[in-house]
């Protein structure tokens, strides 16, 4: 069985960084896309970031440039290290697994496994 736990965030000051980490138990995991979605109160889930297993990445405009997805797959692990947070960041962040191999998306419906989420507050 997936699970996926996610851990590292917190409140923060507008400019400031944080890294999440997520936790995957996942059979072959260094075959499958890895995702971060944030969904804000009121909000639909949107797609952050993801990264596929030969470590090319996707990122949403809004985070670009800001953000930046990485995976360990010694260690079963992806992060996601945000720099220059700003208010609107605000969201509880969530890990997933992308369905099949070797593909990627930014559709969340392509994603079969979900962390519990974890919230990222940004001060302004």
């Known amino acids: 069985q997936v699970q996926l736990v996610e851990s590292g965030g917190g409140l923060v000051q507008a400019g400031g960084s944080l890294r999440l980490s997520c936790a995957a138990s996942?059979?072959?995991?260094?075959?499958?896309?890895m995702g971060w979605f944030r969904q804000a109160p009121g909000k639909e889930r949107e797609f952050v970031a993801c990264i596929n297993w030969a470590g090319g990445t996707l990122y949403s405009d809004s985070v670009k440039g800001r953000f930046t997805i990485s995976r360990d797959n010694a260690k079963n692990t992806v992060a996601l290290q945000m720099n220059s947070l700003k208010p609107e960041d605000t969201a509880i962040y969530y890990c997933a697994k992308h369905y099949t191999i070797r593909t990627y998306s930014r559709d969340p419906t392509n994603y079969d496994a979900w962390g519990q989420g974890t919230q990222v507050t940004v001060s302004s």
């Open positions: 996942v059979r072959t995991f260094s075959s499958y896309t």
